[in-house]
């Protein structure tokens, strides 16, 4: 049976340490968030954010627009919080609604505050090997892994997913870290014949079932890094958690996994963003 990654307990000692090393500033890093409109599920991962930064001692500064707002408008108020020295780093909440660009939006954060890691500028740094943020979602994952003592080094890592919020920089992460990566994606023919190869099996596709038993290989370390809902309604990832688990060695539950680490991890790129800009990093 497998070892179940606690992704809460493991948050909490990541927000526990940002927080403690936050003290050691002369002003609190500062999160600025933009919503725009009013979808429940983007109503809810922006509170979830804004009380992690109250659990750091960290400032946050909401700032919600309706939802016909127009692209200047969000560019304007873009460019104002590129400018305010409270604020340290700046999260576009998406999706957006229709009428704006989203990359446009994305990439007029300044680079320094872009602490989701979209900006060109950074997902090159982090595809060099040397970067200033790293991507929430993957770096979590990493984290999870080394918490765990899951080695890398020589493994066989199999992402499923090609996101470049997901899939691209996790493949990336795991590379680096000297594990040899194949990534398969919706036009990956058999792909049950590359995730039984797969001493790592990462899976961020959005598909209900997609991961059985049969797919993976004995001993693996799964993690499930979707969020879906069921026919019942319910919460679950990619992965037959139930048929799986006997099988893995290791497995993240849906949720109470990837999901803590992921906000966790945006805690940690505010501290490096507010400490770079009061010159200590």
Do not use: W
Request: aromatic share 4%; with cysteine; glycine share 8%.
């Amino acid at each position: 049976m497998a070892t179940r990654i606690d992704g809460k307990a493991l948050a909490a000692k990541v927000k526990a340490r940002a927080a403690e090393e936050a003290k050691g500033l002369a002003r609190k890093p500062g999160l600025a968030v933009i919503l725009v409109g009013d979808d429940p599920a983007s109503r809810v991962y922006v509170t979830g954010k804004e009380k992690d930064c109250a659990e750091c001692g960290f400032l946050s500064f909401e700032h919600k627009l309706p939802a016909e707002t127009a692209q200047v408008e969000l560019l304007q108020l873009i460019e104002q919080l590129n400018g305010d020295e409270d604020v340290d780093g700046i999260l576009v909440q998406l999706p957006l609604p229709e009428q704006l660009n989203e990359e446009q939006v994305l990439n007029a954060i300044a680079p320094e505050k872009d602490v989701d890691c979209f900006h060109p500028f950074n997902v090159g740094r982090l595809v060099i090997g040397d970067p200033v943020f790293l991507p929430c979602t993957p770096a979590g994952v990493m984290e999870m892994l080394k918490e765990y003592d899951i080695p890398v080094q020589g493994k066989q890592c199999v992402v499923l997913g090609r996101s470049n919020i997901v899939g691209k920089p996790m493949g990336t992460l795991l590379m680096q870290a000297d594990g040899t990566v194949t990534t398969c994606h919706s036009r990956t023919p058999n792909l049950a014949k590359y995730t039984r190869e797969a001493d790592i099996l990462v899976s961020a596709v959005g598909r209900v079932g997609l991961v059985t038993a049969d797919m993976v290989k004995e001993g693996a370390a799964v993690i499930d890094v979707a969020m879906n809902r069921n026919a019942e309604g319910k919460l679950c990832g990619d992965v037959d958690f139930a048929a799986v688990e006997p099988k893995a060695a290791y497995i993240t539950p849906v949720p109470g996994g990837v999901g803590p680490m992921t906000r966790a991890m945006l805690m940690q790129n505010i501290l490096t963003a507010a400490k770079r800009h009061q010159g200590m990093d």
